[in-house]
């Protein structure tokens, strides 16, 4: 099956300081990545679309400046968390898509990220 | 707005019963239906998916569509304690060229020993 590696899988840092979570489609070519956020005990709440080579798109509410998103390859896609701070703290959570017939996102194991 | 509700849960069964995990979606026009399972701490995994009306079998899990009713649901036969996590439903709605997926907000499922 399709494989979706995310790292780190748990950063700490400090208020103020910036955050790149990296993910990376292994075994196939993923055209498309989804950047998640998840608070504890609720949903799946989607923050961008990264299409490889162009901009991402943002959901309502998200800040793009704030969060950096570069998907530079069919296999990679970056996040970046810029001056976090403790109400960023979350888990970070990428997927990819990669299969054009059944059209199936596959989940990265996410990032949990910790800002004091 | 596209909308895909659960039953939130807590939704408990016995050891050895069959779970039914209920969802219904809001755009008329969807074509793609998706079960992942989150257990606490871990990202969702893909359990099912089904593209046609009826019913798919994987081994002890099933997917019904009903896409008059705007209906999905996953019945898990021969419940285990290891399946006790939060099942997602998640539609993709029409319109070609996109994977973006609308999710449920999951139901909880505790299986008792």
């Known amino acids: 099956g399709a494989v979706v590696s995310q790292h780190p899988s748990w950063v700490i840092c400090k208020s103020g300081t910036s955050v790149k979570i990296e993910c990376r489609s292994l075994?196939?070519?993923?055209?498309?990545m989804f950047w998640y956020r998840q608070f504890p005990k609720q949903s799946l709440m989607l923050m961008a679309t990264s299409n490889e080579g162009s901009k991402a798109t943002y959901e309502q509410g998200v800040e793009k400046d704030k969060f950096l998103i570069n998907h530079a390859s069919l296999t990679l896609s970056t996040l970046t968390v810029t001056s976090a701070h403790p109400e960023d703290s979350s888990f970070y959570i990428c997927?990819?898509?990669?299969?054009?017939?059944?059209?199936?996102?596959?989940f990265g194991p996410g990032t949990r990220l910790l800002v004091l | 707005q596209k909308e895909v509700e659960q039953n939130s849960g807590p939704l408990s069964v016995p050891e050895g019963a069959i779970a039914s995990l209920n969802c219904t979606y809001s755009d008329r026009g969807s074509q793609s239906f998706f079960w992942y399972r989150q257990y606490s701490g871990k990202s969702p995994e893909l359990i099912m998916s089904?593209?046609?009306?009826g019913d798919k079998e994987d081994g002890r899990f099933t997917a019904q569509l009903n896409k008059a009713s705007q209906y999905v649901s996953l019945l898990i036969r021969d419940s285990q304690p290891s399946d006790s996590a939060t099942y997602l439903c998640?539609?993709?709605?029409?319109?070609?060229?996109?994977?973006?997926?609308?999710f449920g907000k999951g139901t909880k499922l505790s299986v008792i020993p």
């Open positions: 997927s990819a898509g990669g299969d054009r017939v059944t059209e199936t996102q596959y």
């Open positions: 089904i593209y046609s009306n």
């Open positions: 998640a539609v993709r709605g029409s319109g070609a060229g996109s994977y973006q997926l609308t």
């Open positions: 075994d196939f070519q993923a055209t498309t």
